[in-house]
């Protein structure tokens, strides 16, 4: 109470992906400072959670209940928001409308979203960000998601008693990640961030700083790289996250340094098409500029040497989203060393759904 008396609010970002479920804490102060409170993870076995759909929720339950245990969050003092997987059936798109005098304008762009294919669908839910105004016309991202989807998840917090204060999707909470830490001088860049996941990968392009588009890519996730790793160096999954979060080559019994590193190379090669179609994609579209620059996160945005390989190819400048390097931790979550790379990117989506403020 003492707390929000003060002007003290605290948010905690909690992000399921298909491998792992991310939790970031954030504390914002009457005096508009951000500081992460605490940052955690815990694994999922395969199968918990499939395409963004509960699969069983009794492990899932398991999974959260251990994150909030050590995270003692006191209760009544923070704000809940999670992310959806945007591969699972979520419309986006940008709308200008023009808001007739003495309308009530939340009703009238709502009404005109829905009548807008493939929003118009009646099992979807609705809602829209106002990114700008210009005289009396206002230009919005509008977001639609099927009803069953946010239920199936509004119940399973419920279940763990929880209640959501705002649900966000992954990508998009990664892209806040970004615009919320940048350097000043790249803060109007026209820029794709690419979210490589365990399962998927998608992209939000930003043009000139702003929201402009979004996209799920079929091909390029985690999983095609371990595929490949797993084929070629006859390891397994455990061992190919081992390489990923350690950046360490030398720990494959029967081969060298090299070796491993050139499988490496082959097994980008899905990523890399992947990101060459999103390139092209957002590229095509209406009044779009060319990146200036790409930028990875989620759990493939370490992968030993990914962001010079691609750079090489690409002929862009390939950058992690490393948001961590420029928000405010408190010393329990990043200890003498700081935090490494591949968790602030592994964390980044959480950091992203922690920064919204209620």
Same mark, same amino acid.
């Given at each position: 109470?003492?707390?929000?008396?003060?002007?003290?609010? %605290?948010?905690? /970002? @909690?992000?399921?992906?298909?491998?792992?479920?991310?939790?970031?804490?954030?504390?914002? *102060?009457?005096?508009?400072?951000?500081?992460?409170?605490?940052?955690?993870?815990?694994?999922?076995? &395969?199968?918990?959670?499939?395409?963004?759909?509960? =699969?069983?929720?009794?492990?899932? =339950? &398991?999974?959260?209940?251990?994150?909030?245990?050590?995270?003692?969050? &006191?209760?009544?003092?923070?704000?809940?928001?999670?992310?959806?997987?945007?591969?699972?059936?979520?419309? !986006?798109?940008?709308?200008?409308?023009? !808001?007739?005098?003495?309308?009530?304008?939340?009703?009238?762009?709502? %009404?005109?979203? =829905? *009548?807008?294919?493939?929003?118009?669908?009646?099992?979807?839910?609705?809602?829209?960000?106002?990114?700008?105004?210009?005289?009396?016309? !206002?230009? @919005?991202?509008?977001?639609?998601?099927?009803?069953? =989807?946010?239920?199936?998840?509004?119940?399973?917090?419920?279940?763990?008693?929880?209640?959501?204060?705002?649900?966000?999707?992954?990508?998009?909470?990664?892209?806040?990640?970004?615009?919320? *830490?940048?350097?000043?001088?790249?803060?109007?860049?026209?820029?794709?961030?690419?979210?490589?996941?365990?399962?998927?990968?998608?992209?939000?392009?930003?043009? #000139?700083?702003?929201?402009?588009?979004?996209?799920?890519?079929?091909?390029?996730?985690?999983?095609?790289?371990?595929?490949?790793?797993?084929?070629?160096? #006859?390891?397994?999954?455990?061992?190919?996250?081992?390489?990923? &979060?350690?950046?360490?080559?030398?720990?494959?019994?029967?081969?060298?340094?090299?070796?491993?590193?050139?499988?490496?190379? @082959?097994?980008?090669?899905?990523?890399?098409?992947?990101?060459?179609?999103?390139?092209?994609?957002?590229?095509?579209?209406?009044?779009?500029?060319?990146?200036?620059? @790409?930028?990875?996160?989620?759990? /493939?945005?370490?992968?030993?040497?990914?962001?010079?390989?691609?750079?090489?190819?690409?002929?862009?400048?390939?950058? *992690?989203?490393?948001?961590?390097?420029?928000?405010?931790?408190?010393?329990?979550?990043?200890?003498?060393?700081?935090?490494?790379?591949?968790?602030?990117?592994?964390?980044?989506?959480?950091?992203?759904?922690?920064?919204?403020?209620?």
């Amino acid at each position: 109470m003492l707390a929000r008396v003060l002007g003290e609010r %605290q948010t905690v /970002g @909690i992000d399921i992906g298909h491998y792992s479920v991310k939790m970031v804490r954030m504390l914002h *102060t009457h005096k508009g400072e951000h500081i992460v409170l605490s940052a955690d993870l815990e694994p999922l076995s &395969e199968g918990i959670v499939v395409d963004c759909s509960i =699969q069983d929720a009794e492990k899932l =339950q &398991e999974v959260i209940s251990k994150l909030f245990a050590r995270s003692m969050i &006191e209760e009544g003092v923070a704000e809940y928001i999670a992310s959806i997987n945007g591969a699972s059936g979520v419309l !986006v798109d940008l709308m200008s409308a023009k !808001v007739p005098k003495n309308a009530n304008e939340d009703a009238f762009l709502l %009404q005109m979203v =829905q *009548t807008k294919p493939p929003f118009d669908d009646p099992d979807n839910v609705l809602d829209y960000q106002v990114l700008s105004r210009n005289s009396d016309e !206002v230009n @919005i991202a509008a977001v639609a998601v099927k009803n069953a =989807q946010l239920e199936d998840w509004a119940a399973f917090f419920t279940r763990v008693d929880k209640k959501l204060s705002a649900v966000d999707v992954s990508t998009f909470a990664l892209a806040n990640a970004y615009t919320a *830490t940048v350097e000043a001088e790249d803060h109007d860049k026209s820029v794709i961030v690419f979210n490589i996941g365990e399962k998927k990968m998608d992209a939000v392009y930003l043009m #000139n700083g702003n929201f402009n588009s979004y996209r799920t890519m079929t091909s390029g996730a985690l999983d095609s790289v371990i595929s490949m790793l797993c084929k070629h160096l #006859n390891i397994d999954a455990e061992k190919c996250h081992t390489i990923f &979060e350690t950046g360490d080559t030398s720990c494959v019994d029967g081969f060298s340094e090299a070796e491993v590193e050139e499988a490496l190379k @082959i097994s980008y090669e899905e990523i890399v098409s992947a990101i060459e179609f999103g390139i092209r994609y957002f590229s095509s579209l209406d009044n779009a500029e060319n990146p200036e620059k @790409i930028l990875l996160g989620g759990g /493939g945005a370490c992968l030993p040497n990914l962001t010079s390989y691609l750079s090489e190819r690409l002929g862009l400048s390939v950058e *992690t989203v490393n948001p961590f390097r420029n928000v405010v931790c408190d010393s329990s979550v990043v200890g003498d060393k700081g935090m490494s790379l591949a968790l602030s990117n592994i964390y980044a989506p959480a950091l992203g759904l922690a920064m919204r403020k209620f």
